[in-house]
Each structure stands twice: as C-alpha cells, then as structure tokens.
C-alpha cells in the first residue's frame, strides 16, 4: 500500500514538472524561441530581432485569409526600414488549409504576393502541441487571445514583449493594427 501511495506522489510529482516547452511559456520575452526557416537550411531565432518590432502571423495558402500576404508584404515593405519585421509560420492546424511543403508554400507565396519578409516551416499553432512562442502567447494574452484561424496575428515590442493580437478577420493594414504597429516604432 505505502509502495503505490510513493508511486502516486512521484507520478503527481512528475505531471506537475514543467516541460521544455511549458518552460518557455515563462519566459520574459520572444528572445528563446526559435523557428525552423521555410527551406530548413536553418533557423530564425527571434534572438536575432532584438530591438525590432516584431509581427508573428499563422498563415495558410488555401484560407479566405490568404490575400492578408499581400497586406502583410505592403506593411513590411512601407515599415521595415523603421524596424518592423513580420513572420509568417504557416500551419496547417485549421481546415487544413496548408498541405503543401515549404518549397511549394514559398514559391506560393512569391509568385502570388511577392512575399520577402521570413517564413517558418510549417508548425502546429494551436493545441497541446502546439509551438512552444503559442503556448507563450496563450499563457502570456490568455486563451482569447488564441490562434482560432489562420492569420492570427501577434505583435510584440521593440523589448521582445507581447503588446497585443489580432484575430484573423482583422486585416493587417486595418488602421488599429498600423496604429499598434507606429506605436511601437515610435519606442526607441
């Protein structure tokens, strides 16, 4: 008996440690996540945009959403000289909208928006296995605050801090999401 009682408490014990990724969901700041790059020749550390505003965005190439690539392009295009760097993580998580591979999903993505700005291979966003930077945001913004469709969008500080999200319908050149985005240009 007392030998099942210790195997129920280590048990206990064990589902309560924190998992690499439950870890990252308490971090500070975007700095420790990294993705794999949508030709998985490397990584994009978010490390890497210290300083930057940042915009993460779950993507699909097959969404009512999909022409938010060429918003996004237009507002890289017009902010990145002044700091702003949009990242594209396409999933495949709502309506499996995103079945291609990273080369079919990048050549997509330029032939049909001229997309310069980074793109991920395809992650899981939502769910329990999801990225370890969604389960951050979650953790950090709350569970309204979910990728519920594709291009959610998350915009994060010049400190690598979440400001706030933008739920799918919300187009990325509609004027809260410039006006969120010169806010935070405007931090030095």
Known sequence: MIQKLLIMALFAFLSFAPSDAQAQKLAKNIYGFEFQNIDEDG?????????????????????GFTPQYKQLQDIYTKYKSKGLVIIGVPS?????????????????CEINYGVTFP????????????HPFYKWAKAKLGDDAAPKWSFHKYLIGRNGQLVTSFVSNISPTDGRVIAAIEQQIGKQ
């Open 43 to 63: 990584k994009i550390k978010l490390s890497d945009y210290k300083g930057k505003v940042v915009m993460i965005v779950n993507t699909a190439s097959e969404c």
């Open 92 to 108: 495949n998580d709502f309506g499996n909208q995103e079945p291609g591979t990273g080369k079919e999903i990048a050549r997509f």
């Open 119 to 130: 793109l991920t291979s395809k992650y899981i966003v939502s769910g329990g296995n999801a």
